[in-house]
Every structure is written in C-alpha cells, then in structure tokens.
C-alpha cells in the first residue's frame, strides 16, 4: 500500500497543561476516503490543521511523499499548501463580488486549463451557475461551488472540516456524494473531519479520536451510499 501521508508521534500543546495531541501516529493511503470523528475537544480539528501545514507541531513528524513537512519553512509550507492540498470548510467562503467561474478560478495556477474548469463544474452541477455571483445560489450550491474551487488545482489531498455542518440533510447527501464521486474519479486523498457518524459510515475508514489520542481506527467494510444516510 502507497502512502500519501504518515503521522509519526505528533504532539501537539498550547500550554504546559493543554495537550491538544499526544504522540498521535497515523498513515493515509493515496487515493482513500477517511473520516476522523469525535467529540468536540478531541483534537481532530488540531490533527487536521497539522497535516495541512495550518499548524506547527510541538514534536512530531509529518511525512507528505516522503519529506517531513514540520522541517519545512514558511516559504515552502505555503507552497506544500497552495500546490498539493485543498480545503472545504464549514463557511463557503466565496467572494460575493466574483461570479462562480470567477471565485473557482482563484484555486487555479494555469488558467488556460479551460475543459478541466468545464468538466468540474459538469460533474458537480453548476455549469449553469457560473455567470451568477453567490448571493444568488443556495448554501448546498454555494458549497459545491467551494468544493469545484478545491478541486480545480487537482490537488493530492483535500481536508473536509465539518464541510456539511451548514447544509439540510438534502444538500449535505449531495455534498458528500459528490466527494465520494471526485475521490474515485480523480483518485484524489479525502480526510473528512465530522461529528456526524452517518457521513463516517460513507468512508472506506473510520478514526475516532478522544482526549488528544486515536481511540480507534477500522477499515469500514459496510460502505453505504450518501443517499442512504439516516438523518
């Protein structure tokens, strides 16, 4: 099994008495679907934050295709990020005075890649959206509209934080449908930070994490559909 991403011993601590990770080792496949679940103060966001070169660790490794990237400076922290992952928060965070096509095309280096643009936006249902600007579409099309702005760089990683707490239960199937959709179809590594344990069900593997550390992490071989999660 190739791996894209390798946790090695991460620790992380705000403080002398708040540990938000403690030695936390954990590796992701290329091409996989994984949510991370647990409680609020578990240190899921923290996880996420790390390996996504948000956050610097207090010890630890993060292993990105063989290069640690805690040893990394600013300069290539922010390349590591602009060119390999993307993310997709809870908020959309469109620019209100962009069209659609306009606020994808801000996630694009080469803006020459025209049928990459025509083909995601095909795939996710907006094609007709591009030439309106957000205040006109619904929350579950303004975060397809976020997750085409993720995708069009054709990132290796995409890290999900809560991507459907927003949406009612019809757009947040939709949403994840269409994660499950891009994974397989681009062969793209998906982390899914939730509390919700019907979207975990959707992944090939399941992490809970309580109090800072991995209670438990299982290969999920009763994958069920987006569309038959119970709400």
């Not at 991460?10 to 936390?24: C, G, H, Q």
Request: hydrophobic share 35%; with cysteine; aromatic share 8%.
């Amino acid at each position: 099994m190739e791996y894209i991403l390798q946790v090695k011993n991460l620790l992380k601590m705000y403080d002398k008495t708040e540990t938000a990770l403690k030695n936390v080792s954990v590796n992701f496949a290329r091409g996989t679907f994984t949510t991370i679940v647990g409680p609020s103060g578990s240190g899921k966001s923290t996880l996420l934050n790390i390996i996504s070169g948000l956050l610097t660790p207090t010890d630890g490794e993060v292993i990105f295709k063989g290069i640690d990237i805690t040893k990394y400076n600013s300069e290539k922290l922010a390349f590591y990020r602009r060119h390999n992952v993307s993310h997709i928060f809870q908020e959309y965070n469109l620019l209100d005075d962009l069209t659609v096509k306009e606020n994808i095309l801000l996630g694009m280096d080469d803006k020459s890649q025209r049928k990459h643009l025509d083909d995601l936006m095909k795939d996710l249902g907006i094609i007709e959206f591009q030439d309106k600007f957000p205040s006109q579409l619904s929350g579950g099309e303004q975060q397809r509209v976020s997750i085409a702005r993720a995708m069009i760089k054709k990132p290796e990683l995409i890290f999900c934080d809560e991507a459907t707490g927003a949406l009612d239960e019809k757009n947040s199937k939709k949403v994840v449908s269409l994660l499950c959709e891009i994974q397989k179809k681009y062969k793209t590594t998906v982390i899914f930070i939730t509390h919700n344990q019907e979207i975990a069900k959707t992944s090939e593997r399941i992490i809970t994490m309580k109090n800072g550390t991995i209670s438990s992490d299982y290969f999920n071989n009763n994958r069920i559909d987006a569309q038959d999660m119970k709400w």
